[in-house]
């Protein structure tokens, strides 16, 4: 049995005064803000952005470089706040129509919007508890361990050219390794929960990443092996359109994408391998325990992790930041494409039943594992052929190149087919459970 210890709050003298003007304040001001809360925030936004290309384009060159650092830093963090409030209404959203239902559709006023504003603000409110046996330190830290590394993976993204915080020769290793040490925060919450299902579910994690990492990494290392660089910059370049992403320049790097999409999925805790938070058999796995904020930060890693490993796959298989079809390129482009992966994780959550750690320790084992070396070792003797000094099966390669780009356009044509076929027909297709409660339903 866990005792808690309450924490007591008084306030007194500066602080009862702070704490009674934010009342009143909060009193007037929220009202307002419900009312207005749509246009508040697309204006919110409209500035951040025209506030960076301004900063970025007339004042950063002016300013000293801590100063510009200082000003990046800042509008990365504002961006994967915007991230995982965006992901977790969304993932609301999409669970709510799968199981016909309408998911968030009151706070915001248009579809819910502000769901997880409204979330945030009463995990905020709610109470610190720390089991009175738990390890006081690390259970503090743990939080702060899974979601910190998870930003920093933001550091060396590029969101275009010119459109990152630090360029590398290594960015690729930088990012890996800075998603990799989430696990050491999920390891350290779990022991400090001092709880067996706290514990258990650290341990599924561990167990679970540590086995993935690798088919994930040697995914990525059959693209790399096509350009020979692990710079996500010259990644990005090397790719201008549709058929001469990385995704079509060979068989291999074909297959190697939805390998390296799996190994992601069970490397962010992804249904179908969502063990380690398996609440119909851990409560609520390694953070069983945690609270109020402390929750939060978990909750966050999870949805900013989910967009990075989207754009690593962005990045180095479908074009980055370039256009499809050959146009300008720009960040919009990225961010289109990440969060096309980000919804697709989505969909796979809400589709597929959540499988038990024997049967996903065997999957990445005795398969996954022996076909991404497959891969690996097929593309590269590819790249020893396709050169010049082997004109027939460069022609080949070629061949096979615009015959993976048709079956890419097919199959992405095949899925706005089944979305618009979906949207038309939304309310037939369910039957008599589809109503329209709300308006904008």
């Known amino acids: 049995m866990f005792v808690y210890e309450r924490p007591k709050v008084e306030y007194k003298g500066v602080s009862q005064l702070i704490v009674r003007l934010a009342t009143w304040a909060g009193g007037l001001v929220l009202p307002l803000l419900l009312q207005l809360a749509w246009p508040v925030f697309i204006a919110a936004i409209v500035v951040i952005v025209a506030f960076v290309w301004v900063v970025g384009r007339f004042i950063n060159p002016l300013l000293p470089w801590i100063i510009r650092d200082f000003i990046v830093v800042v509008g990365l963090l504002a961006f994967v706040c915007i991230v995982a409030i965006i992901g977790i209404w969304g993932e609301r959203k999409v669970s709510g129509r799968i199981q016909s239902r309408l998911g968030p559709m009151r706070t915001g006023v248009w579809h819910g919007w502000a769901q997880s504003l409204a979330d945030g603000l009463k995990f905020v409110q709610k109470e610190d508890l720390i089991p009175r046996d738990a390890d006081r330190p690390l259970f503090r830290l743990a939080p702060y361990i899974a979601l910190v590394p998870a930003f920093c993976a933001y550091l060396a993204l590029p969101f275009g050219v010119g459109w990152v915080f630090r360029g590398s020769d290594v960015g690729l290793l930088f990012v890996l390794a800075m998603l990799a040490i989430e696990v050491l925060g999920v390891i350290m919450a779990g022991w400090a929960s001092n709880s067996k299902w706290s514990l ?101 890693a999870e949805y900013v992790a989910m967009f ?93 190149r615009g015959i993976l780009g048709l079956l890419g356009l097919a199959l992405l044509g095949l899925y706005f087919a089944g979305m618009i076929y979906g949207y038309w027909n939304r309310n037939r297709l369910v039957g008599q459970m589809a109503r329209r409660h709300l308006p904008g339903a």
């Open 308 to 400: 990075a490993v989207s754009a690593l796959a962005t990045i180095i298989f479908l074009g980055g930041w370039n256009s499809p079809v050959g146009g300008p390129s720009s960040p919009l482009w990225f961010v289109l494409k990440s969060t096309f992966l980000v919804w697709v994780q989505m969909w796979i959550r809400w589709t597929l039943p959540r499988i038990r750690i024997d049967q996903v320790m065997h999957a990445c084992v005795k398969y996954l594992l022996p076909f991404t070396l497959l891969l690996f070792l097929g593309s590269s003797l590819w790249q020893l052929y396709d050169n010049a000094a082997h004109p027939a099966f460069r022609g080949f390669a070629g061949l096979l």
């Open 200 to 300: 258990y579910g650290d341990m599924r994690e561990g167990c679970q990443l540590v086995s993935y990492e690798i088919p994930m990494g040697l995914s990525l290392l059959a693209a790399v092996v096509a350009t020979g660089s692990v710079n996500l910059i010259d990644l990005g370049q090397a790719q201008s359109t549709w058929f001469s992403w990385l995704i079509f320049r060979n068989p291999f790097l074909f297959l190697a994408f939805f390998t390296y999409y799996v190994a992601s999925l069970a490397s962010c805790k992804r249904s179908p391998f969502d063990l380690p938070e398996g609440e119909s058999e851990l409560v609520a796995g390694f953070h069983t325990e945690y609270s109020g904020f402390r929750f939060v930060m978990f909750f966050f």
